[in-house]
């Protein structure tokens, strides 16, 4: 597996700056286990039907210290289920970060982007020249390279086959 380029829409964009990522099932809701049911109840609290409405290969668009607070994977487990390909943000916070790129799913910090995308608007990643054009208005924005070790994780699709591919076998 590696990590292929993206295009989609902006699904929704946080005005937030440090958004708790449990807000998108609702904290009340984060024990629940069956993921169609998570997904069903994704930023309903925002919008009624929200999940209707996403696509495959869509995009979260967040502020500065995405993702704040305890790292519930509930939320973007359903934001996953439903389609949603990587979150967009200013920056993330750092627990929330490595437990989302140890699952191969991307986070792209991207200075700027929350002013430059409205929701709707079709967005691409480009990870060869580290950069993040909205389609809509032409607008180009530099993201920040993953290190190394991120970008291994994306490639191989998660933390555990990142790590079975640089174990040498024993001879």
Request: glycine share 12%; charged share 20%; net charge negative.
């Amino acid at each position: 597996m590696s990590l292929e380029n993206l295009r989609g829409r902006a699904a929704w964009v946080f005005e937030e700056d440090d958004y708790d990522i449990d807000l998108i099932v609702g904290v009340r809701n984060i024990k629940i286990t069956d993921v169609k049911e998570l997904a069903a109840l994704a930023m309903a609290d925002y919008m009624p039907g929200f999940a209707a409405g996403v696509h495959r290969g869509d995009l979260l668009v967040g502020g500065h210290n995405f993702g704040y607070g305890h790292p519930h994977y509930p939320a973007m487990r359903a934001m996953r289920h439903l389609g949603i390909a990587a979150v967009i943000a200013e920056s993330f916070s750092p627990g929330f970060f490595r437990g989302e790129t140890s699952m191969g799913f991307p986070l792209v910090s991207c200075p700027g982007i929350r002013a430059a995308t409205a929701r709707g608007d079709e967005l691409t990643v480009d990870w060869d020249t580290n950069e993040v054009r909205n389609l809509r208005s032409g607008q180009t924005l530099m993201l920040q390279p993953f290190s190394e070790s991120e970008r291994g994780m994306l490639d191989a699709g998660g933390l555990i086959p990142y790590l079975k591919r640089r174990v040498v076998p024993a001879s």
